[in-house]
Structure formats: structure tokens, C-alpha cells
């Protein structure tokens, strides 16, 4: 197959063509998606309202929830919109501009949890310093760390795939430009291209999520020396709710981008894809409300306050 310059446009397959499916599938994905920002909205307002969540922990789930809220928006209304429209196109730049914020978000996740098992690891194993080590302003960096590093990951996946030569096909079998999918459109061989980019991947996402397990290790030692059952309970509540979303986002990133080439299945992936890309940010404030009573106190409260008194 001839390079092909004059390519300006993908074609995205998504998912079924029956008019019946596609219905229940607009159906399915509008109430995740308007549940998704709703229930992070929600957890937005509950920290920012009320004083006694204003702690690091909740410092960084409001960002958590800020930044599902934008992850879900770069890929469900497009979804949506090509679910129901009969031209399933989209520009190249708005392709790249799709992978760069897909990619932006993502990275920022991997590194937000990695900060947030940091926090949980002070204040089980170091918690008398707790206050003065995660001070505001240490929280502000951190986080602002997490947001620098996923801009440079998303720009330099982006601009080194961008600037690869596409061929004839321009038919992505995906339901937004995800990597995997974009590569395969590129001419002639692709496997040093794609060895970077899991070797990209393994440092975004197995660094971080090294840093987690080596918290979590230290953090399990602490509350099995605890004297007091109800200590090492209440030690481990604190940290239950990240540690299932840690398990269910990294769970499937380390399955979709580290793993060798002779295992992909591009169905197959969109089908995961679809799991991180819009089940994971649905289920966390689902998570962090039904697990935390401090979340849910406060919520109590503000309902209450709603409520005219009788």
C-alpha cells in the first residue's frame, strides 16, 4: 500500500449496526454517562461543602472526580453522536485531539491514584506528621505533577503517532481513536513503533502503580501490627475504596497496553476498552460514597439541610 497524504478523516466502526441495538446502546451509554458526571458532581460538591472533608484525602478525590468527568466526556458523546448518525467520521485533527486528551486524562489517573496510596501510606504508617507532611501546598504540587506528566505523556504519544504516514484504509475499528487501533492504519511495519509505545506505557503505568504496591506493602504491615481489631478496621476502610479503584483502572490498562503484539484482538479490546473508558468512572463515586462514611455523613447532612424542617 502507497503512503497516502491527502487522508484527513477516519471512519470509527463502533459498535452494532442493527437499528434495535443501536437504540438500547444510546439508551445504555446516555444513562452511564449522565450518571457518571452526576455522581461526580455530586462528590465534587460534597467536598467542597462541607469543612470537615477538607483534608488531603479528599483533596485529591475531588480531583478524581473532576478529572472522570472530563475522561468520560472526550469519548461518550462522540459515541453517542455515531451510534445514531449514518457518517461515523472524524477529522484527523479531531482524532489526534481525542488521543492527546484520552491520553492526558488517563496518564493523570495512573499518577492521581499512585499520590493518593502516597497519602493513605503517611497516615497509617507515619500518621503524628500526617497533617505536617501533607500539608496544602505539598497536596497542590503533587497534584500538579499528576497534570504536567499526563500533558507530556499525551503530547508525546500523540504528536509521534500523528506524524507517522497513514495508507489507504483509514477505517478505525474502535469506538474513538485509542492507539492500538490508529497504529494499525499506518504504512508499512509497524513493530518498533509499537515497542515504544508499550515501553511508553509500561513507564506511565507501571511506575505509578509500583509506587502503589510499595505503599500498600508498608501500609498492610502497619495494620497487621495493630494491637486493636477495631484500629486495623478502621485503618483499612480508609484505604479500601482506593484500592478497588486502583484494582479495576490499572487491571485493565496493564491488560490493553502491556502485553505482546501476537495477543491482540482489536474486538476484543474495544469490548475492555469499554470498561475503563466508561464503566470505571461510573463505578467510583459509587465506590467512594456506598464505602465512606464520612462521604456519606456528609451528604446526609446536606440533604437534611434541603429538606424543609417540618
Known amino acids: 500500500m502507497e503512503n497516502d497524504t491527502s487522508v484527513n478523516k477516519f471512519i470509527l466502526l463502533g459498535f452494532a449496526n442493527d437499528p434495535g441495538v443501536k437504540l438500547l446502546l444510546f439508551v445504555v451509554f446516555l444513562f452511564i ?21 477538607h483534608t488531603p484525602m479528599y483533596f485529591f478525590l475531588r480531583n478524581l472526580s473532576f478529572l472522570e468527568i472530563c475522561y468520560t466526556s472526550v469519548t461518550i458523546p462522540k459515541l ?24 492526558f486524562f488517563g496518564a493523570t489517573e495512573c499518577c492521581l491514584l499512585a499520590f493518593m496510596a502516597y497519602d493513605r501510606y503517611i497516615a497509617i504508617c507515619n500518621p503524628l506528621r500526617y497533617l505536617v507532611i501533607m500539608r496544602k501546598s505539598v497536596c497542590v504540587q503533587l497534584t500538579a505533577v499528576s497534570w504536567v506528566c499526563g500533558s507530556l505523556v499525551a503530547m508525546g504519544h500523540t504528536m509521534f503517532i500523528f506524524n507517522l504516514p497513514f495508507c489507504d484504509s483509514n477505517v478505525v475499528n474502535h469506538f474513538f481513536c485509542e492507539i492500538q487501533p490508529v497504529l494499525k492504519l499506518v504504512c508499512g511495519d509497524t513493530y518498533w513503533n509499537e515497542i515504544q509505545i508499550i515501553a511508553a506505557a509500561a513507564f506511565v503505568i507501571l511506575m505509578p502503580f509500583m509506587l502503589i504496591l510499595m505503599s500498600y506493602f508498608h501500609i498492610i504491615s502497619t495494620i497487621l501490627r495493630m494491637q486493636s481489631a477495631k484500629s ?9 475504596s482506593h484500592l478497588v479503584v486502583v484494582s479495576l483502572f490499572y487491571g485493565a490498562a496493564i491488560f490493553i497496553y502491556i502485553r505482546p503484539k501476537s495477543s491482540y484482538s482489536l474486538n476484543v479490546d474495544k469490548l475492555l476498552s469499554l470498561f475503563y473508558a466508561v464503566i470505571t468512572p461510573i463505578l467510583n463515586p459509587i465506590i467512594y460514597s456506598l464505602r465512606n462514611k464520612e ?5 446526609r447532612k446536606i440533604v437534611m439541610k434541603l429538606i424543609p424542617s417540618k
Not at 454517562?33 to 472533608?53: M, S
Not at 448518525?85 to 492527546?100: E, G, N, P, R
Open 33 to 53: 454517562y449522565i450518571a457518571t458526571v452526576f455522581g461526580n458532581i455530586t462528590i465534587l460538591v460534597i467536598i467542597t461543602v462541607d469543612t470537615a472533608l
Open 80 to 103: 453517542l453522536q455515531n451510534i445514531l448518525a449514518v457518517d461515523k467520521t472524524i477529522s484527523l485533527i479531531a482524532c489526534a485531539t481525542q488521543m492527546y486528551f484520552f491520553l
Open 232 to 240: 486495623r478496621q478502621k485503618a483499612f476502610s480508609t484505604c479500601s
Open 295 to 299: 462521604v456519606k455523613q456528609a451528604l
